[in-house]
């Protein structure tokens, strides 16, 4: 079941997950009702990024249009679209834009203010020879715009730390909650080794998981490997060394698996869900939470992963963050080891 | 009946408060998170770092970068005549797309009407490349214009007096307010966090202890039982909330615009989908190592399929009818509804619907799967 989960999980996310805003609804109030504005309505309808939902026959009802939640946008058409377009005058057409999600509104304002004007000029182009400048937009590593080649690399990120932190934790803890840990403590054994010996189990678990997971994106969701293997393992393995790392220490800390289970869960998930990057960019946050993403320790493998899969770099551009990794192991290492002395006494 | 329910629901409070740290967790937790986490979540797209190779180094090309630069959304990190510096700085993640002009670009386009320039944008984030498209295309359709009535005087007047103004309106969120779609979501996910989990541990934790056998030996009902283990949970869930609630009004400035109480009655049932759902995980597992990991494989489906990060209408259709059964993604939609636009119950009527079937799917399967002498 560990082991199922989440290679479901990830393909799952993998296909669903995009940030593009597809067939979004809007509603329509024409009130130009003239071959312009149904041509515009058609062109904005054939657009993969939006569909009409309704046509609004008075301005009284703007406000129930945005009451069930479904329709983003209203588009209003005045009078005297035509005329104007047709003699080349300033003309203008209206966007209401549910504003709650303020990011959603501005690609929505976006795109559709694209479209309008796109089919403003083809009308007047028609008429007059004038100069253009033609972008030739290329999209490097990923053409077709998916949401996999981001979204499968922090989801894969995410799903691995909380396993192995959970796993860890929780496995440590039953011990003592049992009362089996009294036993291990007056052993000959070091404390060093009881924690070697309860994470390597599950480093080993960690590592399957992951092949299975990249075997699935490579297959089923397309994603390429271009770059090195080895190194994405190496990458991985310092990455799951840290997870496994935060378990015991989180162990350590906590008396009841309950507690163990409540702190992995709820301290780990969001943080890591919205400070690794992979859902909001890191340069957009205020100044605290960027430095504050410095310590998840998911937005390191997140950046190293998805240069080493989907760009092929190799170690020359992503020592750093490597290192980063690496630094982290060595003080949950030191302290986790400190911790557990502390306890034998 | 009802004197043995109080006497269960006493023990469920007198283990929970007895039990400092685990309350700590269930109200501090929750709380820390909602206060941080949603300053992350700016989406807008601005700062995309340029690289840009100028080979015609002439007033147009520099004319136009300028442009480019003072849309506030682009910054330039290269400047350079060399692609593949311009190539290495957008391999290190330091700059997002390459703008290339060509040799000659000013006297090619007076001459034949007509250029092209060269974009390269890094597009493992498909959203920020198709928004930078975006941005950069209307950019160069302004400065199309602009250079028309520099270099064509007689055709000048007629181009300033035309042109398509697309007025937009922001409605709901005058202040663009980043925080207002966010708050009330992670509020949801975080009630159902903890509803979930408290309520997905608690029996299998009696099962592992082993005091359910005594209770399974006493002569409690099996419905008293499993309301002796619901109610607590639904009334902490419920306080929870209200936390919740209150940061989001007076710490995030998030005013409340329908009615409360139409909102508690929502949250009402939406607890009793939480914890049906926990119990239902409990019943089935048999260590709370195996209920964690079921409600973890959940949990991350719940919030990641709710449509709080990404829109469900851009998931494929199949994944899309998932989403009808996710009760976040109902509740998420409705707490937004009712705290932002005032949409009243009748405007609610899919979402409470599909609500009251799952508390009702949820409870009926776990009181018929927990067997008493299990």
């Not at chain 1, 008429?127 to 922090?154: C, D, H, S, W």
């Not at chain 2, 147009?60 to 630069?69: G, Q």
């Not at chain 2, 040799?103 to 920020?128: C, D, H, P, W, Y």
């Not at chain 2, 199949?318 to 932002?340: C, D, G, H, S």
């Amino acid at each position: 079941m560990i082991f199922g989960m989440p290679i479901v999980q990830v393909l799952l996310f993998g296909f669903a997950l995009s940030t593009e805003i597809k067939n979004t609804k809007i509603a329509v109030f024409d009130q130009d009702k003239t071959q312009e504005s149904a041509q515009l309505l058609e062109k904005i309808n054939q657009n993969l990024y939006f569909d009409i939902a309704e046509n609004i026959r008075s301005d009284k009802e703007f406000e129930q249009v945005f009451k069930t939640g479904e329709k983003k946008v209203i588009l209003n058409i005045p009078r005297g679209f035509s005329k104007n377009i047709n003699n080349a005058e300033k003309t203008d057409i209206q966007l209401i834009v549910d504003g709650i999600d303020i990011n959603l509104a501005n690609q929505i304002t976006n795109f559709l203010e694209n479209i309008a004007t796109d089919f403003y000029t083809k009308k007047q182009l028609q008429t007059t020879n004038q100069m253009v400048i033609k972008p030739e937009i290329r999209m490097l590593y990923n053409p077709q715009l998916k949401g996999a080649p981001n979204f499968v690399p922090g989801v894969m990120a995410m799903i691995l730390l909380i396993v192995c932190v959970m796993m860890t934790a929780i496995s440590i803890v039953k011990e003592k909650e049992t009362g089996t840990m009294e036993i291990l403590l007056v052993s000959p054994m070091k404390p060093a080794f009881i924690i070697i010996s309860k994470a390597v189990p599950y480093l080993f678990l960690s590592l399957l998981i992951l092949v299975s997971i990249l075997i699935l994106s490579v297959t089923l969701l397309e994603l390429p490997i271009h770059g090195s293997l080895f190194l994405l393992f190496a990458v991985s393995f310092v990455y799951i060394t840290v997870s496994l790392l935060l378990g015991i220490l989180i162990s350590i800390f906590t008396q009841t698996q309950q507690q163990a289970m409540l702190i992995s869960l709820l301290g780990m998930m969001l943080p890591t869900l919205l400070l690794s990057g992979f859902m909001f960019p890191i340069e957009n946050m205020p100044i605290p939470l960027q430095v504050i993403s410095n310590i998840i320790p998911a937005k390191w493998y997140y950046l190293m992963i998805k240069n080493i899969m989907i760009k092929g770099t190799g170690l020359f551009i992503i020592w750093k963050e490597l290192l980063v990794l690496l630094g982290m192991m060595g003080v949950l290492f030191v302290v986790a080891i400190k911790k557990f002395k502390i306890r034998l006494e | 009946m009802f004197r043995q329910l109080s006497i269960l629901i006493k023990k469920e409070f007198r283990q929970i408060f007895r039990n400092k740290s685990i309350l700590a967790i269930i109200f501090v937790a929750p709380m820390m998170q909602l206060l941080i986490l949603p300053l992350a979540a700016n989406y807008e797209i601005k700062n995309i770092n340029l690289a840009v190779v100028d080979q015609d180094h002439s007033t147009l090309s520099r004319d136009l970068i300028n442009d480019i630069t003072s849309s506030g959304y682009f910054r330039i990190y290269y400047y350079g005549a060399s692609y593949d510096a311009a190539y290495e700085t957008l391999e290190e993640e330091k700059s997002d797309l390459i703008l290339q002009i060509p040799q000659n670009f000013e006297k090619n386009l007076v001459r034949e009407n007509s250029q092209k320039i060269s974009i390269a944008i890094n597009a493992i984030n498909g959203t920020k490349a198709g928004l930078s498209g975006t941005y950069l295309s209307a950019i160069l359709k302004k400065f199309n214009q602009k250079i028309n009535i520099q270099y064509h005087p007689q055709i000048a007047e007629k181009i300033k007096n035309s042109g398509l103004e697309v007025r937009s309106s922001l409605w709901f969120n005058q202040t663009y307010n980043y925080r207002l779609s966010l708050v009330p979501g992670i509020l949801v996910f975080l009630i159902t966090l903890v509803a979930g989990m408290l309520s997905a541990l608690n029996i299998v934790a009696e099962k592992e202890i082993g005091t359910i056998e005594q209770i399974n030996v006493s002569p409690i009902k099996k419905s008293n039982f499993i309301l002796g283990k619901t109610i607590p949970f639904w009334i902490l869930g419920n306080v929870v909330f209200t936390i919740g609630l209150l940061i989001s009004r007076f710490i995030y400035g998030i005013e409340i615009h329908g009615n409360l109480l139409l909102l508690y009655f929502f949250v009402a049932i939406y607890l009793m989908v939480v914890l049906g759902y926990g119990l239902l995980i409990s019943t089935f597992s048999e260590t709370q190592q195996q209920a964690m990991f079921i409600n973890f494989f959940f949990v991350m489906i719940f919030i990641l399929m709710s449509g709080l990060f990404t829109p469900i209408e851009s998931m494929p259709n199949w994944a899309q009818k998932i989403t009808y059964f996710n009760p976040l993604r109902y509740m998420i939609e409705i707490v937004r509804l009712i705290i932002l636009k005032d949409s009243k119950l009748t405007d609610l009527f899919p979402q409470i619907s599909a609500l009251i079937a799952m508390a009702v799917v949820f409870n009926s399967l776990a009181i018929w799967n927990y067997r008493k002498r299990g």
